[in-house]
């Protein structure tokens, strides 16, 4: 239908207004690296921060202080675990550095406990992981729901076994996405240790198979996601490593001699805690670079690489500072919210084709189009790709009553036609559309966000094409066989990837959406 290449005039006017648009995206989309030497284990060296000691932990039966997690909801408390294989207790901190509550997992006898994380549910997850000698068939993992409030007393608790895919390993890290509930397991070695992820739903009779996923620095001690679960923080080797993803790790160096065993996100997510294992142990306060900070929407901006802007009029896309958006999107990170505004009879021209659109466009080649083959294109046949983002519905969004459609984002071909794959608003419902399938996602939420998390394979044929979407966290669609590029003149037509509003010629209406920062990553478990 249209061949989309540059962005043309509209209705004979210059583009000098749109530009100052597309300037502005490209300042928050640009692909400048982050300032830093790189090193060897995939980090990248920031300056340190100020540091200070945020509390002591002065519980004198407090010995040899294992994991660390902060009470999202309960200001100034901190989880920590204690005890033996006989017994293990949960510990409750304030402030001051004083057990305010204690709880007993009576009954688990643990191996070797080495980490904690608090997951979703206020649910407390222990991690019975050490294994130094590598003589252990199987390690294991105990939950139990932490009481807000009460005495001390023994907790109910479950115990889920795990075993590694690819052999025995000594992990020391612990990780639960607090979004979704996924669990991680960093494996603890002096060369380059590995991120293994758990299945989706754990199994309380079988043994749960770990899988690696990806690589982790060496020395790997301690880890946890921030409470939104698209910030996670590592710590080796004297330093604190975070970033969004575990290949996109920044390095913040910590004092001489500082033994940081275990971290923490604050709750705001902008600096962890960290500390050592032992006696009166002092929790230190490390501030983040504004690059790998739980604020930084920049930064998921440029990941993704909006390269320009299609609309009628200038203001029909803008950034807005979250402060003044609707309300703060489930899987942002602070940065900055996209508006999108078409109003009744407003349309865009692009090489000779005529089409009622406000949208951005990005994950296209740098160079020519044409003189580009689908294998270097950002998302080229054969790969996997993950899409997370928010959309925001207003409460008075006038839905379809009839045939009228409206996509919101999609993965659109070179070369061909309609989408492939796209992300539509069907009547009053959310639904995974385009020119290869049709599934409902759920009623529209009007007057708040929903996220989206978007898997995709890119093939030509449904034998090796699949797509799965989460919402909110919740699966929406399992793994679906579908060919999720077209085929063109014989060849893969390469996809690139569209986001505002695209829809039919019968709206009459003025319409608006807006979206959170858009998050693309090679690696499912880095999004769950």
Known sequence: MH???????????????????????????????????????????????????????????????????????IPGRVYTVSGSRRTLQVLAVSADGRTRAHWSLRGAQPRHVTDIALGRGRRLWVGDLGDPHRTRRQIGLLSAVLPQRGSSRSLPWTR??????????????????????????????????????APRVLSRTRVNVLRR?????????????????????????????????????SRVALPAGTAAR???????????????????????????????????????????????????????????????????????????????ELRDGETVTTSGYTAHRAEVYGRNPAGTWSGTPASKWPDPPGSTRWYDFSVYVPADFVLATDQRWLDFTQWKGYRGGSPPIALELHRSEFR??????????????????TRFTVGLHFATTGKRGWVTVYRDGDLKLPRTSVATLDTVNGRPDPIYLKQGIYRSAAWHTTQVLCFSPTRVTPVDPLLR
């Open 160 to 197: 889920f076994r795990l075993r590694y895919a690819d052999g025995r390993h000594d992990a020391q890290a612990l990780l639960v996405n607090p979004a979704t509930g996924r669990v991680f397991v960093v494996t603890r070695s002096s060369r380059s240790g590995g991120v293994y992820a």
């Open 213 to 249: 996923v990806a690589a982790a620095p060496s020395g790997v001690t301690g880890g946890e996601f921030s409470r939104s679960g698209r910030t996670l923080a590592l710590t080796h080797d004297g330093a604190v490593s975070t970033g969004s993803s575990f290949g996109r790790l």
């Open 432 to 449: 995974l559309g385009g020119s290869n399938i049709a599934r409902s996602l759920g009623t529209v939420k009007r007057g708040g966000w």
């Open 3 to 73: 061949r989309l290449a540059r962005v043309r005039p509209v209705h004979g006017r210059p583009l000098h207004a749109l530009s100052v648009a597309v300037a502005t995206v490209a300042a928050l989309l640009g692909t400048v690296p982050a300032e830093g030497a790189d090193h060897a284990d995939g980090t990248t060296a920031a300056a340190r921060p100020a540091d200070a000691v945020e509390r002591t932990l002065r519980d004198p039966s407090l010995t040899r202080p294992t994991g660390l997690a902060v009470d999202p909801r």
């Open 262 to 340: 275990y971290v923490a996100f604050t709750r705001a997510s902008d600096a962890v805690l960290v500390g050592a294992r032992r006696a009166r142990a002092a929790l230190l306060r490390v501030s983040l670079p504004a690059s790998t900070a739980g604020a930084a929407g920049a930064s998921s901006f440029r990941q993704l690489g909006w390269r320009a802007v299609q609309a009628p009029r200038p203001r029909s896309i803008t950034l807005m500072n979250p402060r003044l958006a609707p309300a703060t999107p489930p899987s942002a990170t602070g940065g900055t919210v996209m508006r999108v």
